[in-house]
């Protein structure tokens, strides 16, 4: 009997409390009254001994969160801000705010009568443009030559937890012909490049225009741009940010001009860029003084070290790496034609794909062939005859003479430092007209270049380079030696 008069009287109290809660407006909604452009106000008092630092106050009548616009192509937040005007000139400052009820914007002008270029006496602003002294400015590039000078990730992110480009990673594009002059006076930046800024797939569709497809390691596009002669900048070392003027832009367009400052210090320029055409995305920037842009002198060891695998072991002796190969690839297929010159149980399987360069090799791991001693690249190949060697396929370009696949075999030595630029200095050898159906001995005398100490990379590709045919190969008992 207690529990029923305890749950009937809570039952009670709590139909009085929401009775108590329902306001009598019930039917009206909206958050608060939308403030108008005359209750907002703000003051604007140069600061004492400083006529070029302007304070700035929020004087409106009504509350909300006040946003700047400080005309100098930075903004601030807060009731109160601070705005420095190196140079003389007419600035239109604007102070928008927003309420529960909306936003409202309210704009003044401040006439600077002097210039005073104290105020670009800074740690960032000299390591940017190397001082007021130094009226030639100072040039940044891309840090190519090491690892992380350029990549992507969630635009929130402090790093690029996507993808970062490895030293040279971008050879063959327009990335590295991109070149920006910082000068202090004037805050001036001049922009050069080969005719041709660099880009995605968004950024190019962005962009319009004429275009090359970069084929090899660099991929992407550069797309045909021409910079202005003359651009200017402004650096908010309160936010570290910099923003280019006029739609300016380091070299890979992103729809966007401003960039968050990760680091700066007068051997390095450190950015990061939300991009404005792929959403979500954030790209990360890293540059040098162009004089510093130097290629590393490394000296690699040469050495003399034989090679070679039957692909019968559990464990391959020769690891090869792939590119645009087939899902098909495999060092441990069950062989298809066990008969002389060929009986082991298994051999490699190669997948040419239609994609215009599908190759395997295999890298040197720190060090460089020594050719004097070791220059022979040997194996046994099997070139099935069902394969289609009579249909067209299109091609990587009108350099590309042949579109059909061939019952061919190219080795090739490169040098893995130069990317995709590596065939530039390469030396090939091609076995062509090959014997279908049975395994042939196969033997690539490199004895030639035996003066050659670049070379570290050996790469094997079947059917021919540069167009889109597909075919299955075979081969076994690789080795590199005497």
């Not at 801000?81 to 009820?101: I, K, Q, W």
């Not at 299109?394 to 061939?406: E, T």
Request: proline content about 5%; charged content about 20%; glycine content about 8%.
């Amino acid at each position: 009997m207690k529990n029923i008069l305890k749950s009937g009287l809570l039952a009670l109290i709590t139909l009085f409390a929401l009775a108590a809660c329902d306001p009598q407006e019930s039917s009206d909604y909206s958050l608060g009254p939308v403030p108008q452009e005359s209750q907002l106000s703000f003051t604007a008092t140069p600061s004492s001994g400083k006529p070029n630092v302007i304070e700035l106050k929020d004087a409106s009548s009504v509350a909300g969160v006040a946003v700047w616009d400080l005309g100098n192509g930075s903004t601030a937040k807060g009731s109160d801000a601070t705005a420095e005007y190196p140079f003389a000139g007419t600035y239109t400052v604007t102070l928008t705010l927003y309420t529960t009820g909306g936003s409202a914007s309210v704009s003044q002008t401040i006439t600077i009568a002097q210039d005073d270029m104290s105020l670009l006496d800074t740690p960032m602003y000299n390591a940017l443009t190397g001082g007021a002294a130094n009226l030639s400015g100072k040039t940044w590039v891309f840090d190519q030559y090491h690892d992380g000078h350029f990549g992507v990730g969630p635009a929130t992110a402090s790093t690029p937890e996507w993808w970062s480009c490895p030293a040279e990673g971008k050879n063959g594009s327009s990335l590295y012909t991109q070149e920006f002059t910082f000068t202090q006076v004037g805050v001036k930046l001049e922009w050069k490049n080969n005719g041709y800024v660099y880009a995605n797939e968004p950024g190019k569709n962005a962009l319009g225009g004429e275009f090359i497809d970069n084929p090899g390691g660099a991929g992407d596009f550069d797309v045909k741009y021409t910079p202005k002669s003359s651009y200017t900048f402004a650096l908010n070392e309160t936010d570290k940010t910099i923003t280019l003027s006029d739609g300016a832009f380091f070299g890979f367009y992103t729809g966007s001009s401003s960039y968050d400052i990760l680091s700066l210090t007068d051997d390095a320029l450190y950015l990061r860029n939300k991009s404005a055409v792929e959403s979500g995305n954030g790209w990360w920037f890293r540059l040098i003084p162009k004089e510093k842009n130097v290629k590393p002198d490394v000296t690699v060891e040469l050495k003399a070290v034989p090679l070679s695998d039957d692909f019968e072991n559990e464990a391959p002796s020769v690891v090869f790496d792939s590119e645009d190969i087939g899902e098909l690839f495999s060092q441990y297929y069950q062989n298809p034609l066990p008969l002389p010159v060929n009986t082991s149980k298994r051999v490699c399987i190669y997948e040419k794909t239609t994609a215009f360069y599908s190759n395997i090799f295999f890298t040197a791991d720190g060090y460089k062939f020594d050719l004097k001693e070791v220059n022979k690249v040997r194996l046994k190949v099997l070139i099935p005859s069902g394969n289609d060697y009579k249909t067209g396929f299109p091609v990587a370009g009108d350099w590309i003479s042949n579109n059909k696949l061939l019952p061919q075999l190219a080795v090739k030595l490169q040098d893995s430092s130069k990317g995709g630029n590596a065939w530039e200095t390469q030396v090939e050898i091609v076995k062509a007209d090959l014997e279908m159906d049975k395994w042939l001995d196969l033997e690539f005398d490199f004895s030639a270049a035996k003066g050659r100490e670049d070379f570290d990379k050996i790469v094997i590709q079947f059917g021919a380079e540069g167009h889109a045919a597909p075919g299955i190969f075979y081969f076994d008992d690789f080795s590199f030696g005497k």
